[in-house]
């Protein structure tokens, strides 16, 4: 009697054991596949600065801080590493050997392997040539003709790419060495490049005697946070998109480029031309065919007590389908970024990648989002 209750409670603690090395595989399965162990590789473009480039293995910059502050809040660890040049790390995305990158203007097609969080800042893109060597630049077409460089994997927006497939002629190099080397041997006309990189780079190299850049901007991008379709953590951007929008109403993101700008100019000091608090440009479709233009400004910072909410101080410029145009003061929200007249006649609110607008309590433009 006795051996056969000692054999039940034998076989009872087996089959405990049993099912605790299950439960102990699963978890194991869960944490290799899933996301909750798993670290996030992120990776940029290399020459970039402040918003991201090489530092020995790893791509720094205010896009990596970006995104390491974003994902760790849902609880992510986030390396940051170099890759190699932009292409290779483009291509990397596409295959899902790199979960993020840290910031990249919006193309077609990057869009067929990469998912786009909401734009959270704007990079002014310029044309740098030889010192003395400056053309009349006012409008695209006087590119045509010209000879121009641009580096490897780079984009400069859609429209802008669509410009020099069919009407421009531009050598493609590796590195922003090798198109200044171009420039200074009077090869090319004219170097495609974002202005902050380039002031940071005829900083840094001090030939401010050598090269200039022309004031007119070729186009001012907005940039995004990408994750690959491939990636483990693709589902996770609605929530970044939560938190970008969080950083960007209450001034992190803000403070956080600043700091990194600051953070350069001061080792390599350099004239910053700024973007007149433009934080981002975006198309929208809305129901109906209607269509909004909304340029979004960054306003100054207003300090505040421990304890007290933000003062919103930034604003919004609207062109709209029907050809109105106007400019509505941002104001305090509960959830998204908000922005009214006074007398709440006309209300334009933006959530995530979408916005509608509400006229005398009546919403007249409906699901739109960006294009």
């Known amino acids: 009697m006795c051996y056969s209750i000692a054999v039940a409670v034998n076989k009872k603690i087996f089959i405990i054991l049993i099912a605790l090395l299950l439960l102990a595989s699963l978890f194991f399965l869960y944490s290799k596949n899933g996301t909750s162990n798993k670290e996030l590789l992120a990776s940029g473009h290399p020459a970039w600065a402040p918003i991201m480039y090489q530092q020995g293995d790893q791509i720094v910059g205010a896009g990596p801080e970006i995104v390491k502050k974003v994902f760790s809040d849902l609880g992510i660890k986030v390396n940051s590493k170099y890759e190699g040049s932009w292409d290779i790390v483009q291509n990397k995305a596409k295959d899902g050997s790199v979960d993020v990158l840290v910031a990249a203007y919006k193309t077609t097609e990057r869009e067929t392997y990469m998912d786009y969080s909401i734009p959270y800042t704007v990079d002014p893109v310029v044309l740098v040539v030889k010192k003395g060597k400056a053309f009349p630049y006012e409008k695209w077409e006087d590119l045509i003709g010209k000879k121009g460089v641009s580096t490897i994997g780079d984009s400069y927006g859609q429209n802008f790419d ?210």
């Open 162 to 371: 669509n410009f020099i497939k069919e009407k421009l002629s531009l050598t493609k190099v590796a590195t922003p060495e090798e198109a200044f080397a171009l420039l200074d041997k009077d090869g090319m006309d004219y170097f495609v490049y974002a202005l902050y990189s380039a002031e940071n780079y005829i900083s840094k190299n001090k030939i401010s005697d050598h090269v200039e850049i022309i004031p007119k901007y070729v186009s001012t991008e907005n940039f995004y946070m990408t994750i690959s379709k491939k990636s483990s953590f693709a589902n996770l951007m609605p929530k970044a998109n939560s938190l970008l929008e969080k950083y960007i109403k209450d001034g992190t993101i803000k403070q956080i480029i600043e700091k990194n700008k600051q953070s350069l100019w001061s080792k390599n000091p350099a004239k910053v031309v700024s973007p007149t608090g433009l934080i981002s440009e975006v198309n929208y479709r809305c129901n109906g065919g209607k269509k909004i233009n909304a340029k979004y400004y960054e306003g100054p910072t207003v300090s505040v007590k421990p304890g007290e909410p933000p003062v919103p101080s930034g604003k919004v410029e609207l062109v709209l389908g029907d050809g109105r145009k106007m400019t509505l003061p941002q104001t305090i929200s509960g959830s998204g970024i908000r922005y009214a007249t006074s007398n709440e006649s006309m209300i334009f609110w933006s959530k995530g990648d979408s916005v509608f607008i509400v006229e005398n309590n009546a919403e007249t433009y409906s699901n739109c989002n960006s294009q």
